[in-house]
């Protein structure tokens, strides 16, 4: 019996950028697996690259060498708009800073990746409430992002980031704007979302969030340097060479 | 995304800066409305002369007054009557190509129907007037041959004067009218040939002589202020016009090498010249005008090329939510299209107002026809797509990473 395919597989992924004829290794020949239903912590140092593979991993950038697999797909084989179409119904951003937009309101916010999937305006709607409800937002739908908490309007854009049932959520340090408590209620959230089967992956530089997912990698100036899981959900694959 | 999800994206981001967006779309409003307002005044001016053109009657040459020299000093065109009964007589007779033709001289008085008066041109002329016009009566008969010859005391009215003086359902035909305190009787209404040509009363051309402008020093009896002539056909025209100019050399005996004492003209011709004349004057105001759509569209552009740059973050929201680059050209497409074509509508609608207050300031005729409406949106939808695609583009083109990046 062979191994189900994973969600996400980077192979030897560098990512250089280049400013004035300096190149920056931002990531480099970096190398794992991420499968259905797991919840996975990256840390590392500032500057470590976390974000650079987040994008590529959420099929903002593409590698500078090696590959990056959704589904067994190589994304960078995929058209620009192929890339749009995906990133609209198969991942969910969530950022440190919201990244909500001013002018409309909660409910607009959340419907949004849906208006780029050709959902009708009715549909957006309902489906809009019922993932302000998952995260216990409903009562906030016609507020603006500036009459919201920091944690509330982050529990907004998890409620977008959902909203598609993405196979995975990428969320890039979803509590580095909050509080401990808050921080600790958004993360709650997350573990919750874990348990039903939706697949995570995080940036995180506080330990203590790292500890709570049972997988972490970690970062050092682009190359991986260690990853483990806690409690193994699934048959340890070789990812790292 | 749908076109009409652009449209709405774009009506929410203008609605809420809608001074900017008012102030952005103010070029478009300015052109449109100018293009309008030309159009406008510029095919009035033409429906005015084609009325005009109409109303003279088809191949109809206009004989009227030139140049009079009194020891060797060249007077005024028109400052004697130069044209005489005889002439028309002489014309009518000696030239085959001519059907019908007519003497007349012209003023202006006050005409008065019991408690009700009207002040128009009275014209006296003969019957071969309304031939050379085609002009035909809506009721009554034409003059007589004895009211013609004896100065007899009757009128035809113009459509307008008879509106003026009759009440509706009074029949005018037989009704006493005075004219400069002669009583005259009414014996034909002409037909309608058009607002400025209907105010007008006729009378036999004896009696206007006789009873009206006896007393003026410049009329002989023999005299008339201009003659009208009508050519059996089109192409023959240019044959009439040139007889009845050797003819009448020959009559006032105009010695050789001297200019002509009368002028023949094609008033028709003349005035289908003026048309031209009009449409290029009002082509070259609608050149002027497209100026500001220009400068319009340019304003469009610039607020368009701000909103991208201060955008941007959104933008970068977008593409990473799954906005393709179309779908963001799109957007900002929409939004130069929105405020180009509500520009447009505004322009319109205040083309429209500004001509109908010209009409009633300067009492021009002016016409608005869906044309000119349409060529002014045609216009505003290419300004917003030419002016919104490069901001649009340029917005498509950002990298999402960098623009989640911007404050
Ligand atoms: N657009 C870019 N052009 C040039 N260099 C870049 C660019 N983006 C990132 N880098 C560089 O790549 C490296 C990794 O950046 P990245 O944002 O991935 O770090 P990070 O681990 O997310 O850091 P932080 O924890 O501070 O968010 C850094 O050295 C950074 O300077
Ligand atoms: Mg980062």
């Known amino acids: 019996m062979t191994a189900p395919l994973p969600l996400i597989s980077l192979r030897s992924v560098s990512r250089t950028y280049r400013t004035d004829g300096v190149a920056v290794a931002a990531v480099r020949n970096v190398s794992f697996d991420i499968a259905q239903g797991e919840i996975v912590a990256v840390m590392g140092p500032s500057g470590s690259g976390k974000s650079t593979l987040m994008n590529m991993i959420g099929l903002l950038d593409l590698p500078s060498e090696g590959e990056v697999h959704l589904e067994g797909a190589n994304v960078a084989e995929l058209s620009e708009d192929r890339r749009s179409s995906l990133r609209a119904r198969s991942i969910g951003f969530v950022f440190q800073s919201y990244n909500l937009l001013a002018r409309h309101n909660a409910i607009e916010n959340v419907a949004l990746p849906l208006v780029y999937g050709g959902i009708s305006r009715k549909a957006r709607l309902a489906r809009a409430e019922q993932s302000l409800q998952a995260v216990g937002m409903l009562h906030r739908a016609h507020h603006f992002p500036r009459q919201l908490s920091g944690g509330e309007q982050q529990r907004v854009a998890i409620a977008r980031a959902l909203i598609a049932s993405p196979l995975i959520v990428l969320a890039d340090e979803p509590t580095g704007a909050l509080d401990s408590r808050t921080g600790a209620e958004i993360l709650a959230l997350f573990a919750a979302l874990n348990r039903t089967g939706q697949t995570i992956v995080m940036i995180t530089h506080d330990p203590g969030i790292a500890t709570q997912c049972r997988r972490t990698i970690r970062l050092h100036d682009g190359e991986l340097v260690s990853d483990e899981t806690l409690v193994p959900l699934l048959p340890k694959r070789s990812a790292v060479s | ?407």
């Open chain 2, 1 to 407: 995304m749908t076109m009409l999800q652009g449209f709405q994206i774009a009506l929410h981001a203008l609605r809420l800066n809608p001074l900017r967006s008012f102030l952005t779309m103010l070029g478009i409003v300015i052109g449109v409305a100018s293009i309008v307002t030309v159009f406008a005044i510029g095919s009035g001016a033409q429906l005015r002369l084609q009325e005009q053109i109409r109303s003279i009657g088809a191949n109809v040459l206009m004989i009227t007054p030139g140049a009079v020299y009194q020891g060797g000093v060249r007077l005024k065109d028109g400052s004697k009557l130069t044209m005489t009964e005889s002439d028309v007589q002489a014309i009518l007779e000696q030239i085959p190509e001519i059907q019908a033709a007519a003497g007349s001289i012209a003023g202006t008085a006050q005409v008065i129907h019991e408690s009700k008066n009207w002040n128009t041109t009275i014209n006296g002329t003969t019957t071969g007037h309304f031939m050379v016009r085609d002009w035909q009566l809506a009721a009554g008969r034409y003059f007589s041959g004895t009211e013609e010859a004896g100065a007899g005391k009757v009128v035809i009215l113009g459509s307008t004067v008879a509106r003026e003086l009759f009440a509706p359902g009074d029949d005018p035909i037989g009704a006493q009218i005075r004219i400069m305190k002669v009583p005259l009787e009414v014996v034909g209404v002409l037909d309608r040939k058009g607002p400025a040509q209907d105010d007008v009363a006729f009378v036999p051309l004896s009696t206007a002589k006789l009873r009206f402008l006896g007393s003026a020093s410049n009329i002989n009896r023999d005299s008339v202020a201009y003659i009208i002539a009508k050519v059996a056909a089109d192409g023959q025209m240019a044959g009439a016009r040139s007889e009845i100019e050797s003819l009448l050399r020959q009559r006032h005996r105009v010695p050789a090498g001297q200019e002509d004492d009368f002028k023949v003209q094609d008033p028709a011709a003349a005035m289908e010249a003026q048309q031209g004349a009009i449409r290029t004057v009002a082509l070259l105001l609608v050149a002027i005008a497209s100026v500001s759509l220009l400068v319009g569209g340019i304003s469009i552009m610039n607020v368009m090329i701000v909103s991208v740059t201060e955008r941007t973050r959104e933008i970068g929201i977008r593409r990473a939510l799954g906005g393709r680059m179309r779908d963001i050209r799109l957007q900002f497409l929409c939004e130069a299209l929105v405020l180009c074509l509500l520009g447009g509508a505004i322009g319109v609608a205040g083309g429209i107002t500004l001509s109908m207050t010209v009409a009633r300031m300067a009492g021009w005729i002016t016409s608005i026809d869906g044309e000119a409406i349409g060529l002014a949106l045609v216009f505003s939808i290419a300004t917003g797509l030419i002016f919104g695609f490069y901001p649009a583009h340029k917005a498509s083109r950002l990298s999402p990473i960098e623009a989640l990046k911007t404050e």
